[in-house]
């Protein structure tokens, strides 16, 4: 009777042994691989840019309000009209999505888009622009 437990534990403990020491036995089927580590973010250039002037008052100039066509844009531009119009003299207010409504709807979607948006924003030769995301 106890030369058959001590055979149960002594083939219990092989078994133990053997789960915890063959997994930590490899062996190598080919070459050994390097790794090279590389950063995914890229290299950031910082350039300096000009900033240009603002203007120290808005009385008498031209401001355009510059909706891109999302919710409620609209709406807070038409606040800030408002707005300007109470605390500037002689202020005129241009609401791009009334004067062109093209550059409203698509968004730009594309550089040369955007360029051309720009462009047709810029005939109205406002002093300042204001633009809304409304995101």
């Known amino acids: 009777m106890k030369r058959e437990v001590f055979c149960r534990g002594l083939l219990f403990l092989v078994i133990l042994i053997g789960f915890f020491a063959l997994p930590g036995i490899t062996f190598p089927k080919g070459p050994v691989e390097t790794w090279e580590i590389i950063n995914p973010e ?21 401001v355009m309000l510059r909706w891109n066509g999302k919710h409620n844009g609209d709406k807070f531009l038409d606040r800030v009209a408002e707005l300007l119009a109470e605390k500037a003299k002689d202020v005129k207010i241009i609401k791009s999505w009334e004067v062109a409504p093209d550059t409203v709807d698509p968004i730009s979607g ?16 406002p002093d300042l622009v204001i633009g809304s995301q409304a995101d």
């Open 110 to 125: 594309s550089q040369e888009r955007s360029l051309d948006l720009m462009k047709k924003l810029a005939a109205f030769k």
């Open 42 to 62: 890229g290299v950031i250039k910082i350039q300096e840019m000009k900033i240009n002037p603002h203007p120290s008052t808005l009385e008498g100039k031209t």
